[in-house]
Structures are given as structure tokens and as C-alpha cells.
């Protein structure tokens, strides 16, 4: 087989074009289908910047493999880890409907899978369709564990918007020269952050502007006159991005697996962990154009400024020819990240409703800060620190869902403070002090079906900051945000609530504050936390008891008999 045509099989958008002519001539029901997959978990050495080192992958790919579903299927992935670490892996986005089991986060929803054996994943894609992804949720290991999840609409159900000739999955990614998990460990053993990533790449490559990389660069060949659709996904550990293409619009049409009114643009943000669908229409001069992303940070902290590109290069252009760059959002606009996010905007039709919560039935306000613990044996005798509420997450030593279904006392609390203990002003003057910081595996109980509104405050404890926030288990709906502080008697008079944004995760602006609201009609142990990796490992998380409902069809499935042990 010609390298050509090895190049149009292995391409997304054949495989799913060919999915889709199996059903229509018989070959696959056109109706809901197990698709089953093999995750193996290895060490392999990748080479990205001028030399190569082993990492951990799954399959012997970086990025991992796409999982491919319609709305409806059911998807089984047998995860066999032959990896020095214990892993799991997270489906980002996936609501895992009384199937937390599934869900992933280790010592959350299950204990991690152990070196040498293995893992069902078993779990329904219901009332989904769109773009998500996969990555491990241990450690720093989805700085190499990563992979796009596309999900087809039911047959018969087309895109709302038009028809692209080609789609491509475009993931954002970081690369460290060293083990990751050794400069993670001698970084806290010394009380500060692990170093930035040498790169970022764009599925896995860093493209031209990296020294050593020139044969590491992912290009898009495009026809003139066609319109593409890129599923872009931010798998950086702990980077916002911009992302612009030299010459071209963007219009966006979905984030977080859900169709939004469609908009254009030059430039777009992604927090880590979020996903967003654009179409691209090959409307310019045949010419190679540069895609770039590059992070977006407006707090008073040190920017890893680092540029990745990738090329789209017109059907017929030379590769000699040099590429055009974009004109990328600076480092610090946050006026176009603000104005981005408020063009987000649910469809809200008939076939998409926005169901927002309108009744609340409890109203809760977590505070995001940032501190210093005593440490003895660190540098400077302290160690960072981050909390909600004032509260340090603890992770325990045995998963909490299983505590939680098999009435496991000693395991967890469920007193997380539904208001910071300490009110103060949030986002005044920088503050030093920790404000009385706990430190303990707290977690919020909540009544089936209970209506939730979150205000997410970020404050000035050590600095200000935007943090992007991932629940797992739902959806949300972004009422609104704002910077300062939140005022509870004005602010919520401006709250959207008829065609809000809805996400699995949201920014929480520098010195700022967002509102989310969801119905908890999924039972089970659900993560919250701050998708900045070193964030998280310092302690910003939390997790929701949801009980189970009057039924068992409202209650949480039994484990799975291959659960991992602790």
C-alpha cells in the first residue's frame, strides 16, 4: 500500500465516513453498537526535541488512540498496564450515568490499576455527541497519556451547522525533557512548583519554531474552496491557550460536546481539559499557514511563553514554500478572553434545549486560594499549598465511591463547608496568611435531584489567578462571571439564564468569579477540581456524595467484578 493511501485510511474523517456507509449498506446496525477497544500500557522512547526518551503510552502512541462512538453506543475498553506506575484513565466529559465506576480518577471512583493487570471500562455514551477526550488521572502522567473521543451523532441526525468536506482532531498538548514524575517528586520534596514544559506540541509535535523538530511538525492538507472541522482539544497540564490559523476565521460551533450558536472568529481559548469544534473554510491564496497556540496568562506570576505550530498547506504548494504566521491574542489580553467566553452561547432549539436549573435549591460559594504549609524539610521550611473553602484535599488510600457504596467508615468526611469559614476581601490586597487552612478528605453531600447553583471566587492568598474547573459526572450551565468580588444582591440580576454556555469545565477569570448550575441527578462520588495539574496536586479539589433517588433506577450500579483492589 502506497503511503498516500496509508495517509487516507489512518485519516478520522475516512474512518468515520466508512462507519457510516457500513450502516447504510447493512454491514453495522444502524442502531446503538458495542465498540470495544484495547488500551495496553507501555513505556516506549519517543524522540520530540532533538532527542528521545521513554515515555508512558498507551497502544505505543503519543497521543494515544481516538476512540470512535455514536450517541447511543456502548463503549468497552480493556486497559492492560504494563507501565512501572499505577494507572487509570479518566473519559473527560462523559456523564457515566450511576457508572462511576467508569469514571476513572484514581482513589476516587476506583483504585488504580496495578502494574501487570488490567481494567473493563464499561460505560454507556447516552444524550452525548461531539468532541471529548481520554487521559490518565494519577500522578502527571497525562502529560504522555492522552487521546481524542469523537462521538457521532444517532444515524439519520446530521451536524447543526454545514456539512464539513474533512474533519481532524488538532490536541494540545506539553512535553518535558526529563521523567516528569522525577522533576515532580524532587519539586516537592523542595517545597516549589515542578519546572514548565520544554514545549508544547500539537498532536505530539512541537513544529518548526523548536530547535531539533523540523521533521516533528503536524500539517493539514487542505483543497481550496472546502470547509474543514477541527476538533481541538487542550490535553496541556497547566496552560490556557490561544489558538489562531494565519489568514483564516474560525467559526466555533461546539465546546464540551455540546453545539453552541455558532459565531466567527480569529482566535480562540481553551482551558486545559476543555474542547471546542471550529469549521475552517479554505477561502485564501494557496499558501502554507501556520496554525499556533501559545499560553494566555494575565496574573502577576512568570508566563511560559512557548509557541508550538502546525501547518495548513494548501493542496499543491510546495513545502519549500515558508509558512505564514498568525497574529495570536498577547499573553496577557484578557479583554479577548473575556469578550471570547461571553460569545459562548447554548443553541437552546427544540432538538438542543438548555434545560438551566431556574429553582435552586442550595446555593454554594467555594473560594480558590493559593498558600504555604510548614514544611521542616523543604528549602525554605514551607511547601505550597492550595485550598477550596480553606480546605487542603487529602487524597485517600482507598477509593471513595467504594467507601461510599459499601458504608466504609473512617474513609471520608462529609462536612466540606458549603461558605469559606473566614470571609474576607477575596480579590483586595495580596494576603500571606492561610486563613486557618484545613487539611483532610472533606466531602459535600447532596439529595438526589437537588438543584445546585456555585459561585468559583478566586482570591489574592499569595496571588490572583484563573483556574480552569472540571466536574466530573455532569454537565454545568455558565450563568454568568465577572472580576472582583461576587456581590450575591447585584450580580445575579445579570445571570444568563436562557442560553448559557453548557460545559463539563469553566475558567475562573484572574481575580474574578464564575456561576455554574446543574441538577445532581447522577448518584455517586464526583470529583470537582482545578485542571491545572500542579493546582490539583496541591490540594485544590474536592469531591460530591450524591445520594442515590427513591428507585434503583435512580441509584448507583453495583462495582464491576474486575474493580482494582487498593
Given amino acids: 500500500m502506497n503511503p498516500k493511501m496509508q495517509r487516507i485510511i489512518r485519516n478520522p474523517s475516512f474512518l468515520l465516513l466508512l462507519l457510516c456507509l457500513l450502516e447504510f449498506s447493512g454491514h453495522f446496525p444502524v442502531e446503538a453498537a458495542i465498540k470495544k477497544y484495547t488500551f495496553d500500557i507501555q513505556v516506549k522512547n519517543i524522540s520530540r526535541l532533538c532527542h528521545a526518551k521513554p515515555v508512558v503510552t498507551v497502544n505505543g502512541m503519543f497521543p494515544g488512540p481516538t476512540i470512535y462512538a455514536r450517541e447511543g453506543d456502548r463503549v468497552i475498553v480493556n486497559v492492560t498496564n504494563h507501565a512501572q506506575y499505577n494507572m487509570s484513565i479518566h473519559w473527560h466529559g462523559l456523564k457515566q450515568y450511576r457508572n462511576g465506576w467508569a469514571d476513572g480518577p484514581a482513589y476516587i471512583t476506583q483504585c488504580p490499576i496495578q502494574t501487570g493487570h488490567s481494567y473493563v471500562y464499561d460505560f454507556n455514551v447516552t444524550g452525548q455527541r461531539g468532541t471529548l477526550w481520554w487521559h490518565a488521572h494519577i500522578l502527571w502522567l497525562r502529560a504522555t497519556v492522552y487521546g481524542a473521543i469523537v462521538i457521532m451523532p444517532k444515524p439519520g441526525q446530521p451536524f447543526p451547522f454545514p456539512q464539513p468536506h474533512l474533519e481532524t482532531n488538532i490536541i494540545f498538548g506539553e512535553w518535558w525533557n526529563g521523567d ?8 516537592n520534596s523542595l517545597g516549589s512548583p ?14 518548526p519554531l523548536f530547535p531539533c523538530s523540523e521533521k516533528h511538525t503536524f500539517a493539514l492538507e487542505v483543497e481550496a474552496g472546502k470547509t ?17 490559523i494565519a489568514g483564516h476565521n ?3 460551533v461546539e465546546i464540551d460536546a455540546v453545539y453552541i450558536k455558532p459565531f466567527t472568529t480569529k482566535a480562540i481559548l481553551l482551558g486545559p481539559g476543555q474542547t471546542t469544534n471550529v469549521l475552517v473554510k479554505a477561502n485564501r491564496p494557496p499558501n502554507r499557514y501556520f496554525m499556533a497556540a501559545r499560553p494566555f496568562m494575565d496574573a502577576p506570576v512568570s508566563i511560559d511563553n512557548k509557541t ?30 473575556l469578550n471570547y467566553n461571553n460569545k459562548l452561547r447554548s443553541l437552546n432549539t427544540v432538538n438542543f434545549p438548555a434545560n438551566v436549573p431556574l429553582r435552586i435549591d442550595r446555593r454554594l460559594f467555594y473560594t480558590i486560594g493559593l498558600g504555604m504549609n510548614p514544611c521542616p524539610s523543604c ?11 480553606n480546605v487542603t484535599f487529602v487524597m485517600p488510600k482507598t477509593a471513595l465511591l467504594q467507601a461510599h457504596y459499601f458504608n466504609m467508615s473512617g474513609v471520608f468526611r462529609t462536612d466540606f463547608p458549603d461558605r469559606p469559614p473566614k470571609p474576607f476581601n477575596f480579590t483586595g490586597a495580596p494576603l500571606t496568611a492561610n ?43 455558565v450563568v454568568g462571571s465577572g472580576i472582583g468580588n461576587f456581590d450575591p444582591k447585584k450580580d445575579p440580576a445579570k445571570f444568563n439564564l436562557v442560553d448559557p454556555p453548557e460545559r463539563n469545565t469553566v475558567g475562573v477569570p484572574t481575580g474574578g468569579w464564575t456561576a455554574i448550575r446543574f441538577r445532581a441527578d447522577n448518584p455517586g462520588v464526583w470529583f470537582m477540581h482545578c485542571h491545572l495539574e500542579v493546582h490539583t496536586m496541591w490540594g485544590l479539589k474536592m469531591a460530591f456524595v450524591v445520594e442515590n433517588g427513591n ?6 450500579l453495583p462495582p464491576p467484578k474486575d474493580l482494582p483492589p487498593c
Fill in 194 to 207: 515542578p519546572p514548565t514544559s520544554d514545549a508544547h506540541t500539537i498532536n505530539g509535535k512541537p513544529g
Fill in 250 to 252: 474560525m467559526t466555533v
Fill in 228 to 244: 474543514y472541522l477541527l476538533r481541538i482539544v487542550n490535553a496541556a497540564l497547566n496552560d490556557e491557550l490561544f489558538f489562531g
Fill in 180 to 187: 516528569i514524575e522525577t522533576l515532580v517528586n524532587q519539586a
Fill in 308 to 337: 508550538v505550530t502546525a501547518i495548513l498547506q494548501y493542496k499543491g504548494v510546495p513545502n519549500t514554500v515558508l509558512p505564514i504566521f498568525p497574529n495570536l491574542p498577547a499573553p496577557n489580553d484578557t479583554a479577548f478572553a
Fill in 551 to 556: 428507585t434503583p433506577e435512580n441509584s448507583v
Fill in 379 to 389: 528549602v525554605n521550611g514551607t511547601k505550597l499549598v492550595a485550598s477550596l473553602n
Fill in 435 to 477: 486563613l486557618g487552612t484545613s487539611i483532610g478528605t472533606r466531602l459535600s453531600r447532596v439529595e438526589f435531584n437537588t438543584t445546585i447553583e456555585l459561585i468559583l471566587q478566586d482570591t489574592n492568598l499569595l496571588t490572583v489567578e484563573s483556574h480552569p474547573f472540571h466536574l466530573h459526572g455532569y454537565n454545568f450551565f
